[in-house]
């Protein structure tokens, strides 16, 4: 597998647009969505620590976890501004403003966890969109993380996509899991991550687009009859930089976060790797829990429905092209 170096294209290109400052000291602000104890959170606090080392302590970075800088489009908009400096953002988000990131969402992209990781840190495809950041957003893109791929929870059971059809899904919001849903019939419901468990709970939701990791972690299997496993999306994060704050950052800090930060989302595809050997196993000796694998047929024509949309938005040939040759 040849592994493609972090930032190397996209921090080449972000150093075009903003020439390397002074290497004066600097307190800064990541912010993330996630809650401590989830592994986006720890591998951030461990950039952290790396920085201040590798810097001798001038730089610092303090991590806001747990949408406390606000919601990612909040930290996106601070970012642009250099209110905040850094930040493990999903792709949903990234895609809402670029949509070529939608490709990344391709249905049925991969099999597995450890394919998707796999993917992320080899395509050329990934890391030319990291490439578009600096123009379209103002952030300087390092590399990819993810969260887990998405699988379906379902407190209703389900057995074939037609039981799906009308029911109501919780969904990170962005517009290529909008159409996928919109496609198979199901009520796409918008919800962040700290109000699933109560919807799920309360009968707001029917079911839940989720990765294998929070279903075991946060529960959400408690309330389920089915869970999907459908592989049917990657979820991928990126680790990003505020193009002001990269602006000031001399070539040597550049390089320190480039590869620091690097090193630490290479720590989340890792461990997202592991997930499907520790939590699919738990998952499937849960008592009175129907685990229901499919693949890409279980949804019929859906997935070229969804590509007829896409295709010419996004680099979704390419990508495809580059997942089948793993
Ligand atoms: C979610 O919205 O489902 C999610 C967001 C960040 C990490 C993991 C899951």
């Given amino acids: 597998m040849k592994r493609l170096l972090h930032a190397t294209v996209a921090t080449a290109a972000a150093i075009g647009l903003f020439a390397a400052g002074s290497a004066g000291a600097k307190e800064m602000k990541m912010g993330l969505i996630t809650p401590p104890p989830h592994i986006w959170t720890k591998e951030a606090q461990a950039f952290a620590e790396d ?15 747990s949408r406390q800088l606000g919601n990612e489009a909040e930290v996106l908009q601070q970012m642009q501004s250099g209110a905040v400096d850094l930040a493990f953002m999903t792709v949903a988000e990234i895609s809402n403003r670029v949509p070529e990131f939608s490709a990344l969402f391709t249905p049925f ?50 057995a074939s996509a037609a039981d799906l ?20 019939g199901t009520a796409p419901t918008p919800m962040p991550l700290p109000d ?10 029917d079911a ?39 602006r000031d950052l001399s070539a040597e800090d550049r390089a320190a976060i480039t590869e620091l930060m690097g090193k630490r989302l290479d720590n989340v595809l890792d ?4 997930v499907e050997r520790t939590f699919l196993p738990m998952l499937k000796e849960k008592e009175g829990l129907q685990v229901l694998e499919v693949d890409q047929s279980f949804y019929g024509d859906s997935v070229t ?19 089948a040759a793993l």
Avoid: C
């Fill in 271 to 274: 461990q997202t790797e592991e």
């Fill in 208 to 246: 839940i687009e989720m990765d294998l990791e929070l279903t075991i972690k946060l529960k959400y299997w408690e309330l389920a009859k089915t869970v999907l496993i459908s592989n049917q999306m990657m979820f991928p994060m990126v680790g990003i930089v505020s193009g002001r704050t990269w």
């Fill in 51 to 65: 920085l201040k080392a590798a810097t001798g302590g001038r730089h610092t970075v303090v991590v806001y976890p």
């Fill in 165 to 184: 059809k009308g029911r109501k899904i919780r969904v990170t919001p962005f517009a290529a899991t909008r159409d996928f849903n919109t496609i198979l």
């Fill in 109 to 158: 992209l991969v099999d597995d966890n450890a394919e998707a990781a796999k993917l992320l840190k080899t395509s050329k495809t990934a890391r030319g969109l990291l490439e578009m950041l600096p123009a379209k957003v103002g952030v300087v893109g390092i590399g990819y993380g993810m969260a887990g791929v998405r699988q379906i929870v379902s407190a209703t059971p389900i």
């Fill in 305 to 323: 429905e969804w590509e007829k949309i896409w295709t010419p938005k996004a680099p979704v040939e390419a990508i495809r092209a580059e997942a």
């Fill in 196 to 205: 699933v468990y109560d919807a799920l709970a309360n009968g707001q939701v």
